[in-house]
C-alpha cells in the first residue's frame, strides 16, 4: 500500500476514532450531547432564591425539554451549585427520594425512559454525590409520554398520544391502565390519536385516589395542535375514581399536584398557579410566563415559567408573550408571593420540577469547569447502596 493511500484511510478513520468520546454522548446516543450551548446555560437569581434552597437543603431539578437540558440546583453550605447533563427533550420527572433516585422521560421517537440515581465519586474529585443514568428503557412514540408519577411504588406516565396513562414496567413494557370515561366505545378506548392532551398526574396513593388534568374533557373533529383547537376555559382536571371532570374553567392546564390535602395546578394559558376546590380553580398566583413544571417543599412552590411558542400563541390568551421569561421560581402558598427565582434570559420551555433531599450534582458544572471529571466518573463510580435504602 502506497504511503498515499495509508494516509487516505487514517483520515477516514480519524473522525470516527475520535468520536462518542463524552459520557454525554454515550448515555444520551447524542452526537451533539458534548457540546451544550453556554448561552442557554447562562443565568441570574432574583430574591431569595438561593437561601429558600440553603435552608430546605434540597436539589432542585428542572428539565428543559425544547434545549435538551436536565438541571440541578443546590446550595451546600449557602454556596450556590447549578449542574447538568444533556439529553434530547427531557419531560417529566419521577423523583423517588428515599432512594435519592429519578426516572426522567425522553420524549421523541421513540420515547425512553432514563433512570438517574446517586452514586459516589470513587477517584474522589467531588466533595458531593453525583447523580448518574444507570439505565434507558425504550418505550414507542406514540406514548407521547408527557408527565410521569410513582404511585404504590409503581412508575406511571401520562401517555398522550394515547388519552391514557400508562404503567411502565422494565420487564413487561407498558400498559394501558386508566383513561376517562368520554374516550370508551363499543370497541374499546379511543387510543389512535390524541384527542385530549392529558398531560399530568397529581399522584394520591393508588390511581383512584389521583387526579389527571386534560385540555379538553372529550374528543371533537379539533385535535390539540391543530391551530382552531378551543382552548380558551376548556381545560379539565379529571378524578381518578370515577373517570370523569371534577372541574372546568382552565386552560391549558398542566402539572397537576396533591400538597396537604389540597389539589393544585398551573393554569398555563393564563400564567396562574391555584387551587382546584368545589369545581372550581382560584388562582394564587399569577406568574410571568406560560406555567408548568411544580413542585412543593413546606410552604414553597417551586413553579416552572416558560416563553410561548409562536405558532401556538392562541394556547396562550391570558399572556403577554413579551413579558414571559424562562425560569424557576419559588412561591409562597400562603401569601402567593414569588419569593424567589431563577431566569434563563435565552432559556425557552421549562416542562418538570421536582426535588431530592440534601446537595447533589448532576455531572456538569453550568458555569467554568466540570463539577467531576466526567469520564473518571463514568469509568469507576461506585456504590450503589443508595439502591438499597428503604
Known sequence: ?????????????????????????????????????????????????????????????VTREYEHLLMAFSAPRTRPRLTYWPMPHPSGLAVDRGRRSFSVASTRNPNQIYRFVSV??????????????????????????????????????????????????????????????????????????????????????????????????????????????????????????????????????????????RLWVDNSGYGELGIVSRGRFDPVARLPGWTRGLCFHGDFAFVGTSRVIPEFRQYAPGLDLRASVCGVHAVDVRSGRILGSFVWPRGNQIFAVDWLEEALDLPLLARGAPAVDADRLFYSFSSFSTERRK
Not at 22 to 47: C, E, F, K
Not at 176 to 197: A, T
Not at 224 to 251: K, M
Open 120 to 261: 459516589a465519586d470513587s477517584a474522589g474529585r467531588s466533595r458531593h454525590r453525583v447523580l448518574v443514568p444507570v439505565s434507558s428503557r425504550i418505550f414507542p412514540g406514540s406514548l407521547y409520554l408527557h408527565d410521569l408519577a410513582i404511585i404504590g411504588g409503581k412508575l406511571y406516565g401520562n401517555a398522550v398520544g394515547q388519552n391514557s396513562v400508562v404503567s411502565l414496567d422494565e420487564r413487561n413494557g407498558y400498559k394501558r391502565v386508566w383513561w376517562p370515561r368520554s374516550i370508551d366505545s363499543r370497541s374499546g378506548p379511543i387510543i389512535e390519536r390524541n384527542y385530549l392532551q392529558l398531560n399530568s398526574i397529581a399522584a394520591g396513593a393508588t390511581l383512584g385516589a389521583s387526579y389527571f388534568s386534560a385540555s379538553t374533557d372529550a374528543p371533537s373533529a379539533r385535535r390539540p395542535g391543530h391551530r382552531n383547537f378551543a382552548v380558551d376555559g376548556r381545560g379539565v382536571i379529571f378524578s381518578g375514581r370515577t373517570r370523569e371532570p371534577i372541574a372546568h374553567g382552565l386552560t391549558r392546564p398542566h402539572s397537576a399536584r396533591l400538597h396537604r390535602g
Open 1 to 61: 500500500m502506497t504511503s498515499g493511500r495509508r494516509k487516505a484511510r487514517a483520515g477516514i478513520w480519524a473522525r470516527p476514532d475520535a468520536e462518542w468520546r463524552h459520557p454525554a454522548q454515550a448515555t444520551s446516543l447524542w452526537r451533539d450531547a458534548a457540546a451544550s450551548d453556554p448561552r442557554l446555560l447562562s443565568g441570574a437569581a432574583r430574591g431569595a432564591w438561593w437561601e429558600i434552597l440553603a435552608r430546605a437543603n434540597i436539589t432542585l431539578l
